[in-house]
């Protein structure tokens, strides 16, 4: 039969060849098919966790326990300056930047314990309760890029 195949051995590869594409294109698929509801639920979900009723929502409880004690729980000040009606929380990287890192010499401790959506929430409830109106979504993206680093 010299180096050719003999028309069965070339029968038998063919079959082999379409099982590994059979396999490669199951697989192939299936990976496709979990991308896509993760494309379809990752962003759709997030979007809708956070907006802004859900994360004003969220920041309520968490205002109370960890600011209310010195800013008072209608904002109007103690031990430290009122929120309510201060235009300082109009601006998304004052509040974040005050939460996460505090003023140590005139009494106000750092936050970095609290999450991204916590400080998130909280900075959205601040901003928009109190007589505040500040719209403008404070993301926990924009939360984790204010973070320090450490
Ligand atoms: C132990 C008391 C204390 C707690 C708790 C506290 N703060 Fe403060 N906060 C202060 C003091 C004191 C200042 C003034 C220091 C300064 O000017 O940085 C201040 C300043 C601020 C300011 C800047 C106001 C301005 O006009 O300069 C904001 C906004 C603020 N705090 C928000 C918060 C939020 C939100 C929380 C809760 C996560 C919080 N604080 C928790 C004491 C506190």
Known sequence: MGRRDSPAVAHNKGKLG????????????????????????????????????????????????????CHGAEG????????????????????????????????????TRLTDREVAAISNYVRNSMGNAYPDLVTPEAAAATRPAG
Do not use: H, K, W
């Open 76 to 111: 109007n000040g103690g031990a430290g300056p009122p929120v309510a009606g201060n235009s300082f929380v109009g601006s998304i990287s004052a509040i974040l930047n005050q939460i996460f890192l505090g003023n140590d010499a005139r009494g106000m401790p750092a936050f």
């Open 18 to 69: 379409f099982m590994r594409r059979l396999t490669l294109g199951l697989v192939t698929a299936a990976v496709g098919a979990a991308g896509v509801v993760a494309m379809s639920q990752g962003p759709a979900v997030a979007q809708a966790a956070a907006d802004l009723p859900t994360l004003v929502a969220e920041g309520q409880p968490l205002y109370a326990r960890n600011c209310a004690p």
